[in-house]
């Protein structure tokens, strides 16, 4: 059976609450917000999700990098499920690329982030994994980690200026 949620948007409390650390991965309870989450998910044309766009208050995260018309240059990876996940910079430096999110429907915009990341989360089996992302889908962790610590991705905006309507990006990209 899937179990589509509905996606909280910007404005709903849940998302400016700090997620809860999961301590119990292979109990029904977290294994069905897994579920939900994954086919919620699946549902768009999102190349991430967070427990809380879902109104779960948890730390749990999917990573699912692929080509799509809102990011037709996203690298394709399995989709991954991360649990109580967190990331230190291999580097300092930064680079600017548009995103977008679910709980933001019709704005893109421009944001700075970590080119080189370490990660370290638990898989859905409670493996304590560590991996090392880059370029795209180290952003779409770090924007998915903010979920999880009451932020979206407009608090990152270094200038209004980088702020676009979806049409005014998609006429920018297609030039
Ligand atoms: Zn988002």
Sequence with gaps: MTHICEIAQLGNPILRRP??????????????IIKALQDTLASTQGVGI????????????????????RYPNAPLMTPTVMI??????????KEKDWEGCLSIPGIRALVPRYKNILVSYSDTNG???????????????QHEFDHL???VYL???EDNQDIFSE?????????
């Design 50 to 69: 967070a427990a809380p766009q879902i109104s779960l208050s948890k730390q749990i995260i999917i990573i699912a990098s692929r080509p799509s018309a």
């Design 167 to 175: 049409s005014e990006y998609f006429k920018l990209i297609n030039t």
């Design 19 to 32: 997620a809860e650390i999961i301590t119990d991965i292979n109990s029904s309870e977290t294994q069905d």
């Design 84 to 93: 109580n996940p967190s990331f230190q910079a291999l580097s300092n430096e």
């Design 155 to 157: 608090d990152s905006v």
């Design 149 to 151: 610590n009451s932020k």
């Design 127 to 141: 493996i304590l994994v560590e991996t090392k992302f880059e370029g795209f889908v180290a952003r779409i962790f």
